[in-house]
Structures are given as structure tokens and as C-alpha cells.
């Protein structure tokens, strides 16, 4: 019983709290992901680079002196133009096109692309690690955790039932839920459906470079940094279904924890395939995820 | 959700009740012209003794076979599929593997990769047709990455190393013989090879089999009233694909002499979609056009940058925005429109 008792709080419990941080950051991920799916019908295949852009301002901002905390607000801030810029350009320009759903698909790819290349070209191709803004750990149950990790659960929930909050409890809200339900019925109730797009997939962007400035401490900084991140975010929206909130936060902490658990029993490098298993399956036997898309639940 | 497909290049280039007389459709014309283009740059470059761009030039057909096989999805059929890497890089690996340690003959290995293509092919597709649009695409890019993940994890395959130290081979034909090694005679057997793919394959899409896909793809839910199994015509597409990407790979490590993990990776499936949308979708002969301008864009601005994928990203791009065809598709547009002037003015 006792062997057992440690087993608990030494093997499992750290792992799954350390499976916790990664699950919040890519549940915040996952979210910007499944709501321009849920509003646009658009799979941003650039996600994973705004991702990076996000990180990368706040490296550069950081230098110039900008505290950590004033980075949290300012990075999304500075995200949301790019972010409307890309939807207007971009996906609006191809969105009433019968195989958009393709054409958005192949858009957003390019876009990555050459964003990642940008970033290799402005702050070259090696790893940078910025200074960690909360030093020290904290002693729980007798395991020993870094605060700033302790620090990215709280402040991640509490930016989840943020997000939470504005989608189901704000007019605002109501309006992309609407303009996700039917966009041409809302439009016509006067809801103004291109502008909630833009906006839309501007908040979604903002997320992802909030990520980005959330996890630099923790995985440090490069231009390919998006690239693991984001397979784990798609399986997690396709697990959760495509477009639905309340799926990406649970199928979000569900697959961080297999892959966490599951690193105890089998080598870390099988974890990938092990999850990209587990989207498949989910594909072929329920392609519509866990849980309804937004607007339609 | 509507059906995800992309245009392709309709009347002009191809089909119509042109294609049924002993004339040759624009599009063929074009091949011809290409093929021509591409023999003299073979005698240019024998000529001048330059391995290096013959080399270069039959790596690019060979991932223009895997560029064709994404155009058969895509153009054809109107299914996006990110994960064709899969079938390429098996066909490389299982060539690979036939040529160091079982036989150096090239037609068993063609053979083993054409059999574990289509095998696999027909595993992967009764998965990824169970779901449509979007979904496919994410269910072959799935796919892709499990496999992916897996060789790259395999000691026994060589792991992120990949295979090396693949013997160079005679390719036998009856009496004649041609040697891998040599640059110029690998170079006219892979386009000879990329010819008889490209014939056999805009004969097959010409023939009822082709323009069952052409239905499925412009509306998928009326062929049943047509009495076709539209299920049973995208496995069959499916496949035929897998094979041709399987050949094409195992192509590869006789040009270079190993394989390694990043010949299925999400990057070499994304080029081929890349090259397909920019040489042209829906032509066959677009992805080979395709191919050989970026493999050359790729060497022209690699030598004076390392950063050609903005380059490469801003082509894709303005061809997804304005070339909806792609290059082809806007050369025989264009080609059809002056014949169609010089018929009105005689």
C-alpha cells in the first residue's frame, strides 16, 4: 500500500501535473484553432507560426525593455491587426469560392511558410531562451514545482473560462455564435458578418501569439516552433470536434495526459505516433469529434 | 457541409468531343512540346558534361510522379490529400531494401514498391474514404505522421538516419542494358518512365473510369443516380494514386543511393501539393511543369539565398489567388482563346 502511495506521488502525480501545463498551453492553442473552424469553415494551417510570431515579439519586446507582465497584454494586442489583415486579404478574398474549405486550406499553408521564413531570415535559424519571469518553486505534497509552470495553469484556466465567458455569456458572443449558425439569417438580423469574421479570426491569432509568449520561458524560442505544437493542436480539435470550445478544453487536458501517462510506460518518441493514432481512429469512427460545433450545440 | 473540390482546367485543354478524334487535345500538345524541351536539355547537358543538373533535373521528375499522384486526387476527383508522402517514401524504403539486401534488380524492386503501394494503398483509402472534404485531408495527413513517426522510431529501418550505402544498378532490357550511375541514361529512363505514366494516365482519366471521377468530384451525391458506386470509384483513385507515388519513390534511392525518414514527412507532401497547384491542377502534365520550375527556382534563388521558401510561399500563393489552374491552366486558356479570335476572323 505504501509502494503504491509513492508510486502515486512521486511517478504519477508529477507527470500528470507536468502533462497539466502542456495540456492548458495547447488547450489555448486548440481554442484559436476550433473557433475560426466553428466561425469560417477555415483550417489555419498558420496557426503554428503565429504561434512563433507571438514568442518572437516578445523576445524582441523584452529586449527593448517591456516587462513580462506588459508583454501578456501587448503581444496579443499587436497580433490582433496581423490577424485581421490575414482574413481580409486572404481568406476573404477566396471565401465565397465552392472549394473553399481547400483554398483556405492551401492559403493559410503558404502563409505559414513564408512566415516561418521571415522569422529565420529576422532573427536567424538557433534556439533562444528568455530569462524565466517567476524564478523558484513551490513545495506541494512533497513534490517540488516551478512556480512559473504552477503560474501557466492558473493563469491558462483562468483565460479558458475567459474565453468561455465571451463566447456564451457576451452580446459579442452571441454574435459569432449566430454568424456561425447562419450567417446569411444574421447578417440580415444585422449582424455585421464580415467584421465578426475578421475579428474572429484576428482573436483566434491574438491566442495563439499569447501561447507563444506563455511557453517561451518553458520550450524556448525558434522559427520551426510551431511546427511540433501545432500537430498536437489539430489532433486535439479533430478529438474534441472541429469547432467546438468545450471539446478542445476536455479532448485538450485528455490527450496531454495519455501522452504524459503514457511516456511512463513506453519510450517518449512512441508518444507522437500514439496520439496521431488516436486522431485517426477518431476520424474514421466519429469524424465529427466529441462534441457539437459552435453555434450548434 | 458542401463538397470540398477544386476547379479544374475544363473544356479548353482537355476532353469535349475534340478528344474522341485522331487530333490531339492542346494539353497533349503541350507534353509534346515539353518532352522536347526536356530531350534537348538532356543533350545540352551531355554535351557539356554536367551531371550535376542531370541529377538535379531527373530528381524533379521523380517527385513530379509524386506531384501526379497528388493530381489525380485533387484535380480529378477533387480530394486534397496531405499525406502522399506516405506512399512515395514506402515505395522508397521497400526499393531501398530490395536493392541492398535482396536482389540488385531494378524491375523486382519496381515490382515489390508498385505491390506495398498498392497494398498500402488500399489499407489507407477504405480508411481516409470513410470521411470527406476537410476531413480527408486531415485523415491522409494523419496517417502520414503516424507512419512517419514510426519509421523515423525504427532502429531496424535506420531510424532518423534513414538507409544508406543503396547499390548502384543495371536496368535491364532484354538485350540492352543502362546503368543507374550514369547520369544521362537514369535521367531518359525516368522520363521515359514520367512519359508512359503521363499517357497511360490522361488515357485512363479520358476513359468512362476518368469521367466517373469527373462526376464525383463536380457532384458526388448524384452518381449513385447514375448507377455508379462512387465509394468504390475513390478507393480505386485512391490506389491507383498510392501506386503511381510508390513507383516514383522507389525511383529515389537508385538517383541517390539512400532514403531517409524526411521522404514522408509532412514537408515532401506539402511540396507536391505546392507543385501541383502551381504547374496546374487537373492537367497531369502541370505537375511535371511544376515540379522542374521549382526544383530550378529552388537552385536559382538557393544559391544566392537559403531563404527560397518565401519565394516559393509567395508563388503558391498568387497561383491559389489569381492561377486557379495554375500555369498550364492559364497557357491553354490563353492558347484557346487566340484560337477561337483566329476562327472568328478568317
Avoid at chain 2, 71 to 100: C, E
Avoid at chain 2, 226 to 251: E, I, P, S
Avoid at chain 2, 277 to 300: D, H, N
Amino acid at each position: 500500500m505504501a509502494d503504491l502511495i509513492d508510486y502515486l506521488q512521486f511517478v504519477l502525480a508529477p507527470q500528470a501535473l507536468n502533462g497539466l501545463s502542456l495540456g492548458v498551453a495547447v488547450v489555448l492553442m486548440a481554442l484559436g484553432l476550433t473557433i475560426i473552424f466553428g466561425l469560417l469553415d477555415v483550417i489555419n494551417m498558420a496557426h503554428g507560426e503565429f504561434y512563433a510570431v507571438g514568442a518572437f515579439l516578445a523576445l524582441t519586446l523584452a529586449g527593448l525593455g517591456v516587462g513580462f507582465w506588459a508583454l501578456l497584454v501587448l503581444v496579443p494586442l499587436l497580433m490582433l491587426p496581423i490577424g485581421w489583415l490575414a482574413e481580409r486579404w486572404l481568406i476573404a478574398r477566396v471565401f465565397h469560392s465552392r472549394d473553399r474549405h481547400i483554398l483556405t486550406l492551401l492559403l493559410t499553408f503558404g502563409l505559414g511558410m513564408i512566415m516561418e521564413d521571415l522569422l529565420k531570415l529576422v532573427y536567424g535559424p538557433n534556439t533562444q531562451r528568455p530569462e524565466n519571469p517567476i524564478e523558484g518553486g513551490t513545495e506541494i505534497l512533497g513534490m517540488f514545482l516551478p512556480n512559473y509552470r504552477l503560474f501557466l495553469i492558473g493563469f491558462g484556466l483562468a483565460l479558458i473560462a475567459a474565453v468561455w465567458l465571451v463566447v456564451f455569456r457576451t452580446g459579442l458572443g452571441a454574435m459569432v455564435r449566430a454568424a456561425a449558425f447562419d450567417k446569411d439569417m444574421a447578417s440580415s438580423l444585422g449582424v455585421p458578418v464580415r467584421r465578426v469574421y475578421a475579428g474572429t479570426f484576428a482573436f483566434g491569432v491574438a491566442l495563439a501569439g499569447l501561447s507563444g509568449v506563455l511557453l517561451a520561458p518553458i520550450y524556448s524560442v525558434f522559427p520551426t516552433m510551431g511546427r511540433d505544437f501545432i500537430l498536437m493542436a489539430f489532433t486535439v480539435v479533430i478529438v474534441g470536434g472541429m469547432g467546438s470550445i468545450q471539446g478542445a478544453v476536455v479532448a485538450g487536458l485528455l490527450l496531454t495526459q495519455v501522452q504524459a501517462l503514457s511516456s511512463l510506460y513506453i519510450s517518449p518518441v512512441w508518444s507522437d505516433p500514439l496520439v496521431f493514432g488516436i486522431m485517426v481512429l477518431v476520424l474514421m469512427v466519429r469524424p465529427q469529434g466529441l462534441f457539437g460545433r459552435l453555434g450548434h450545440a | 457541409m458542401p463538397e470540398a473540390t477544386l476547379r479544374t482546367v475544363s473544356d479548353p485543354g482537355r476532353a469535349g468531343p475534340a478528344s474522341r478524334s485522331s487530333r490531339l487535345a492542346p494539353v497533349h500538345w503541350l507534353a509534346l512540346i515539353f518532352l522536347a524541351a526536356a530531350l534537348g536539355f538532356a543533350a545540352v547537358a551531355w554535351a557539356t558534361g554536367n551531371g550535376f543538373y542531370l541529377r538535379l533535373a531527373t530528381e524533379a521528375l521523380i517527385f513530379a510522379g509524386l506531384a501526379m499522384s497528388v493530381d489525380l486526387l485533387l484535380g480529378y476527383t477533387g480530394l486534397l490529400s496531405l499525406g502522399q508522402a506516405l506512399y512515395f517514401g514506402l515505395g522508397a524504403y521497400v526499393s531501398a531494401l530490395v536493392l541492398r539486401d535482396v536482389a540488385p534488380s531494378f524491375w523486382l524492386a519496381m515490382a515489390a514498391a508498385l505491390l506495398a503501394g498498392g497494398v498500402a494503398g488500399l489499407i489507407g483509402g477504405v480508411i481516409a474514404n470513410r470521411v470527406k472534404g476537410v476531413y480527408f485531408a486531415l485523415i491522409t495527413f494523419g496517417l502520414a505522421q503516424v507512419a512517419a513517426k514510426t519509421v523515423y522510431n525504427t532502429r531496424a529501418l535506420g531510424a532518423s538516419d534513414g538507409l544508406i550505402g543503396i547499390p548502384q544498378i543495371q536496368v535491364g532490357f532484354g538485350p540492352f542494358s543502362l546503368d543507374t550511375a550514369d547520369p544521362l541514361s537514369f535521367f531518359l529512363l525516368v522520363l521515359g518512365l514520367t512519359v508512359v505514366a503521363y499517357a497511360g494516365l490522361s488515357y485512363l482519366m479520358d476513359a468512362p473510369f476518368g469521367r466517373t471521377l469527373a462526376a464525383i468530384r463536380a457532384n458526388e451525391k448524384r452518381v449513385p443516380f447514375l448507377g455508379f458506386n462512387a465509394w468504390r470509384y475513390k478507393l480505386a483513385v485512391y490506389v491507383l494514386a498510392a501506386c503511381v507515388a510508390a513507383l516514383a519513390g522507389a525511383l529515389y534511392p537508385m538517383l541517390r543511393g539512400f532514403v531517409s525518414p524526411e521522404l514522408m514527412f509532412f514537408e515532401t507532401s506539402g511540396n507536391a501539393v505546392i507543385t501541383v497547384i502551381v504547374g496546374g491542377v487537373g492537367t497531369l502534365v502541370g505537375p511535371v511543369v511544376g515540379s522542374l520550375l521549382l526544383t530550378a527556382l529552388r537552385s536559382v534563388v538557393g544559391s544566392w539565398t537559403e531563404h527560397h521558401l518565401i519565394v516559393v510561399g509567395v508563388i503558391f500563393m498568387l497561383s491559389v489567388i489569381f492561377l486557379r489552374k495554375g500555369l498550364v491552366g492559364a497557357l491553354l486558356a490563353r492558347l484557346s482563346r487566340r484560337g477561337e479570335q483566329g476562327r472568328a476572323t478568317p
